[in-house]
């Protein structure tokens, strides 16, 4: 059983640019969640997939945006980069019902 | 809005000693609580994961006790190793996602 995977694992863009970052999901799960998470802090919501349609979203301005792809896999889009962004971005899969969350090792994204 | 709160911010124990890391929550309607482990720089591993009917769950030197009508959860690790230094972050999933505390960094000393 593989577990979640996220490409690249570091990345330096500059403000204003657009940032696309990768993850394949957990063999078996069907949703995939995308998290912040600044220095020193936890991770904070973006939005989730199910059935490649995004069906949570948290208090993240529209220049994040997502995709499921019919393997479940998905990718996190950051248009209009702010230093702001600067942060570990993680992303976690699962199956419908009260199971767990599996979490990749994140993409480490800087920039300046 | 589910707030998530973690006590103490940081612990630095001798080896031996058993530990004892505290998370609260403001909505008791939650699905499950899960606790994880981070290492410096690195993802999520999963610890222990407790459903909102269950009271405690275990495995091998760690034991996670749920209270979801006082909204509180307790993360004890007994006989610390060095190799459990690490950051360690309580989540409660409701709906669609998980509401993280900032977290316990723990540091066992040799």
């Known amino acids: 059983e593989t577990g979640v995977t996220q490409s690249p694992t570091h990345l330096i863009k500059t403000r204003g640019q657009q940032v696309t970052l990768r993850c394949s999901s957990q063999?078996?799960?069907?949703?995939v969640s995308w998290y912040q998470q600044a220095l020193g802090q936890g991770p904070q919501f973006i939005f989730q997939?199910?059935?490649?349609?995004?069906?949570g979203r948290g208090n993240f301005p529209p220049r994040f945006s997502g995709l499921q792809f019919p393997n479940y896999s998905s990718e996190l889009n950051v248009n209009a980069l702010e230093l702001d962004d600067s942060a570990l971005y993680l992303c976690?899969?699962?199956?419908?019902?009260?199971?767990?969350?599996?979490f990749g090792s994140g993409t480490r994204l800087t920039v300046v | 809005k589910q707030e998530v709160t973690q006590i103490p911010a940081a612990l630095s124990v001798p080896e031996g000693e058993n530990l004892v890391l505290n998370c609260s929550f403001t909505?008791?309607?939650?699905?499950?609580l899960q606790w994880f482990r981070q290492d410096p720089g690195k993802g999520l591993t999963s610890l222990l994961l407790?459903?909102?009917?269950?009271r405690e769950q275990t495995s091998g030197r760690l034991n996670a006790s749920l209270d979801k009508s006082s909204g509180r959860s307790t993360l004890y690790i007994a006989a610390s190793q060095p190799g459990d230094s690490a950051t360690y972050l309580c989540?409660?999933?409701?709906?669609?996602?998980?509401?993280f505390g900032a977290g316990t960094t723990v540091t066992v000393r040799a």
């Open positions: 976690a899969s699962s199956t419908t019902g009260n199971y767990g969350y599996t």
């Open positions: 997939y199910y059935r490649e349609e995004e069906n």
């Open positions: 989540a409660v999933r409701d709906d669609y996602k998980l509401s």
């Open positions: 909505d008791s309607a939650i699905y499950n």
């Open positions: 063999s078996g799960h069907n949703t």
């Open positions: 407790i459903q909102s009917s269950q």
